[in-house]
C-alpha cells in the first residue's frame, strides 16, 4: 500500500512557476513509477509527466514538454513537477499516482494511462490568472 499526499498547489498569473510535491508515507518510489495526471472541470483526467527508474525513464505530454520538469527527491520519497511559465489552460487539479514500475513500464504507453495506476493522492488545485 502506498498513500501519497500533494502539495504545492495555488494561484499564480499567467507566465509564473509552481512546484507540486508528491510524498510517499512511509515508504521511497525505488520499485515504483510516478505519474502527474490533471482534471480540468468538465474534462477528463489527462496525463502530464512520468517517471521510473529513479529518473531513468521520463515522459511528457507535449504540450507541458520544455515548461514542466519532473523530478526525484535524493531521499526517493518525493516526487516533484516544476511548472514554469504557467498558461490559463494549465488550470486544473493536480493529482499524484504510483504502480509498480514493472506494470507501468510492461506496456506500450501504460505511463500516460491513468487506469494503470493503483495508488493515487487527494489531488492539489491549480490555478493560472490571465
Known amino acids: 500500500q502506498v498513500q501519497l499526499v500533494e502539495s504545492g498547489g495555488g494561484l499564480v498569473q499567467a507566465g509564473g512557476s509552481l512546484r507540486l510535491s508528491c510524498a510517499a508515507s512511509g515508504r521511497t518510489f525505488s520499485d515504483y513509477a510516478v505519474g502527474w495526471f490533471r482534471q480540468a472541470p468538465g474534462k477528463e483526467r489527462e496525463f502530464v509527466a512520468a517517471t521510473a527508474l529513479r529518473g531513468a525513464r521520463i515522459y511528457y505530454q507535449d504540450s507541458v514538454k520544455g515548461r514542466f520538469t519532473i523530478s526525484t527527491g535524493d531521499a526517493r520519497n518525493t516526487v516533484y513537477l516544476q511548472m514554469n511559465s504557467l498558461k490559463p489552460e494549465d488550470t486544473a487539479v493536480y493529482y499524484c499516482?504510483?504502480?509498480?514500475?514493472?506494470?507501468?513500464?510492461?506496456?506500450?504507453?501504460?505511463?500516460?494511462?491513468?487506469?494503470?495506476?493503483?495508488?493515487w493522492g487527494q489531488g492539489t488545485q491549480v490555478t493560472v490568472s490571465s
Open positions: 499516482a504510483a504502480d509498480s514500475a514493472r506494470n507501468i513500464l510492461s506496456g506500450p504507453n501504460y505511463y500516460s494511462s491513468a487506469k494503470e495506476y493503483d495508488y
